[in-house]
T-cell receptor
Framework: DAGVIQSPRHEVTEMGQEVTLRCKPI?????LFWYRQTMMRGLELLIY????????DSGMPEDRFSAKMPNASFSTLKIQPSEPRDSAVYFC????????????FGPGTRLTVT | DAKTTQPPSMDCAEGRAANLPCNHS???????VYWYRQIHSQGPQYIIH???NNETNEMASLIITEDRKSSTLILPHATLRDTAVYYC?????????????FGAGTTVTVRA
C-alpha cells in the first residue's frame, strides 16, 4: 500500500484566499484524522471521521475551517478565508480502528499564508 | 487520559541501545501505552504499544513496569536515522474514541 497520500505537499497563498487540502487514506482504514502542527502549539487534532462520518470536530479552531469525507478514499480540509495564523503543517492520518490507536500519518501539507 | 512525563532531550551513541523513559503514574487499568516518533519534516510514525506485558516488534521493545506507572522504549541498535522526537501517549483502547494527545515528547539525537 502507498500509505496515506496528501496533496499538495506545499501551499503558499495570500490572506483571504480559500485553501483546500486533500487526503487519501490507506485502503480499508475506517478512521481518518486531520491534525495541525505548529511550533507554538505542537500537534493538535482538528477532526476525525469514522466510516466517512465526522465524530469529533471539537479541535476545529473556528468556522473558517471545514472538513468533508465524501467517500472512504478521500477527504478534504478547507480554510476559507485563510489567515496568516493558519500557517502550519497539516497532517492527515488513518487507522484501521480495530480497537487500536495505531494511526498512520501522511507526509503533511506545509501551508504558508502571507 | 493519564498524563505522561518524558525528558525533553537525550543523546545516544550510534550502534548502542537507546532507552527512552516515560512516567505515567496516574495510568488506569484499561489504558494502553503508545509510542510514536516524528522524524524531522515527516509525519508521526507509530512504533509500538502495550498494556502490561513487555512487547517487541521489528522497530523497538516496550518494557512496562509491574505497577504500570512507568515504561521504557528501547531502540536496540540506534542508527542516525533514529534521530527524532519520541512521544509516549497513554490512551484507552477500544472505546470508539481514537483521539491521541501528543505532548512535547523527547528529542533523541543519535550521534556517530
Amino acid at each position: 500500500d502507498a500509505g496515506v497520500i496528501q496533496s499538495p505537499r506545499h501551499e503558499v497563498t495570500e490572506m483571504g484566499q480559500e485553501v483546500t487540502l486533500r487526503c487519501k487514506p490507506i485502503s480499508g482504514h475506517d478512521y481518518l484524522f486531520w491534525y495541525r502542527q505548529t511550533m507554538m502549539r505542537g500537534l493538535e487534532l482538528l477532526i476525525y471521521f469514522n466510516n466517512n462520518v465526522p465524530i469529533d470536530d471539537s479541535g476545529m479552531p473556528e468556522d473558517r475551517f471545514s472538513a468533508k469525507m465524501p467517500n472512504a478514499s478521500f477527504s478534504t480540509l478547507k480554510i476559507q478565508p485563510s489567515e496568516p495564523r493558519d500557517s502550519a503543517v497539516y497532517f492527515c492520518a488513518s487507522s484501521p480502528g480495530t480497537g487500536s490507536n495505531e494511526q498512520y500519518f501522511g507526509p503533511g501539507t506545509r501551508l504558508t499564508v502571507t | 487520559d493519564a498524563k505522561t512525563t518524558q525528558p525533553p532531550s537525550m543523546d545516544c551513541a550510534e550502534g548502542r541501545a537507546a532507552n527512552l523513559p516515560c512516567n505515567h503514574s496516574t495510568i488506569s487499568g484499561n489504558e494502553y501505552v503508545y509510542w510514536y516518533r516524528q522524524i524531522h519534516s515527516q509525519g508521526p510514525q507509530y512504533i509500538i504499544h502495550g498494556l502490561k506485558n513487555n512487547e517487541t516488534n521489528e522497530m523497538a521493545s516496550l518494557i512496562i513496569t509491574e505497577d504500570r506507572k512507568s515504561s521504557t522504549l528501547i531502540l536496540p541498535h540506534a542508527t542516525l536515522r533514529d534521530t527524532a522526537v519520541y512521544y509516549c501517549i497513554v490512551r484507552v483502547q477500544g472505546m470508539n474514541d481514537y483521539k491521541l494527545s501528543f505532548g512535547a515528547g523527547t528529542t533523541v539525537t543519535v550521534r556517530a
